[in-house]
């Protein structure tokens, strides 16, 4: 299948950060979102070969921003209008005295974004990429003299993985949860009762999860590739993890045969709103390292074990 990705390296909508040693981070101005993400030639995120990164489609995969609305709602489409926006390139990308590359970008209310939501606001995004980190901070601020709103914002983020019934979820364990697949009207909380989530049922069915009060570390194993992805937030609450399992009818900006090589987790303030008074601001951080462990696993004895003492 031929990749069809129209907006090209030099086009002016694409930024493209560059550590050297092949660690690179690519950044397209529609929606901030992160379309690649490469350490030392070694792509960590997921973006569907038939995804058209033109002004008008949608894509299926990257890092893009949920603002400031979680999931469907009447205004707009899915997840808010953040990610199908065009975002003003504030500074950068700029590179400092330890190499790492600086980029912020910028968005703020327009009469399409007062259409639907009719609030003023302003959004600086910036990244940093380290040579095994992608850091982020988030700022939503309202300008507003006398008007409070109320949002809900995420990073609606495609993890790629080599094979997705070899992953887990390290940090869960005694977390309260909503399982969007099977909710009981009558008990909709769960309490998750091990330390991990798998996919190990060969995903034939979805994964759909929403988990609150998430520690502010946690980590995301891909067995198959010896790795693990070591997430460390701040003001970033919830946590919806994805899993499209191969009962799923058909998804238009998606090859079906791609359902194996992601998982999608989204965190964030998605489940409660959060409410920002006048004039004031919200801060959120997010650091996402891969930690490639090179010796393989021993043979015997539980995976995780393995990993127990190096995390
Ligand atoms: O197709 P989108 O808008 O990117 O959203 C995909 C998925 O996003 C996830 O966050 C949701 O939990 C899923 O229910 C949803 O289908």
């Known amino acids: 299948m031929q990749t069809h990705h129209p907006i090209r390296n030099d086009d002016p909508r694409v930024i493209r950060m560059d550590r050297g040693n092949y660690t690179t981070c690519t950044i397209i101005l529609k929606g901030a979102a992160v379309t690649s993400w490469m350490i030392e030639g070694a792509e960590q995120i997921f973006l569907s070969r038939i995804s058209k990164l033109d002004d008008y489609s949608k894509y299926r995969g990257g890092i893009s921003l949920i603002f400031p609305h979680y999931e469907s709602w009447i205004y707009g489409r899915n997840h808010g209008f953040a990610r199908d926006l065009m975002w ?39 990244l940093i990429l380290k040579s095994s980190e992608l850091e982020t901070k988030l700022i939503i601020v309202n300008p507003s003299p006398s008007i409070t709103f109320e949002f809900q914002f995420g990073q609606h983020w495609y993890v790629k993985v080599k094979d997705v019934t070899k992953v887990f979820f390290q940090g869960l364990k005694g977390l309260t949860y909503i399982d969007k697949m099977n909710v009981n009207p009558n008990i909709p909380f769960l309490v998750r009762t091990n330390d991990v989530l798998t996919f190990t049922d060969d995903n034939k069915e ?17 067995e198959e590739e010896n790795k693990i992805i ?23 900006d998606l090859d079906l045969d791609e359902c194996a090589y992601f998982v999608v987790t989204d965190f964030g303030q998605i489940y409660h709103t959060k409410v920002l008074p006048p004039m004031s601001r919200f801060v959120t951080t997010q650091t996402i390292e891969v930690i490639k462990i090179r010796t393989p696993p021993p043979k015997h004895g539980h995976f995780l074990d393995y990993f127990e003492d190096i995390c």
Do not use: R
């Open 88 to 126: 003003s390139l504030q500074s950068g990308p700029i590179t400092d005295k330890n190499g790492d590359v600086h980029l912020t970008l910028f968005l703020t209310s327009n009469c399409f974004t007062k259409s639907s939501w009719n609030y003023d606001f302003e959004m600086h995004y910036s």
């Open 230 to 252: 070591k997430i460390t937030k701040a003001n970033m609450p919830d946590l919806n993890i994805w899993v499209p399992g191969k009962k799923i009818p058909k998804i238009n």
């Open 206 to 222: 979805s994964i759909d999860q929403v988990y609150f009060d998430t520690p502010d570390e946690l980590n995301i194993i891909s």
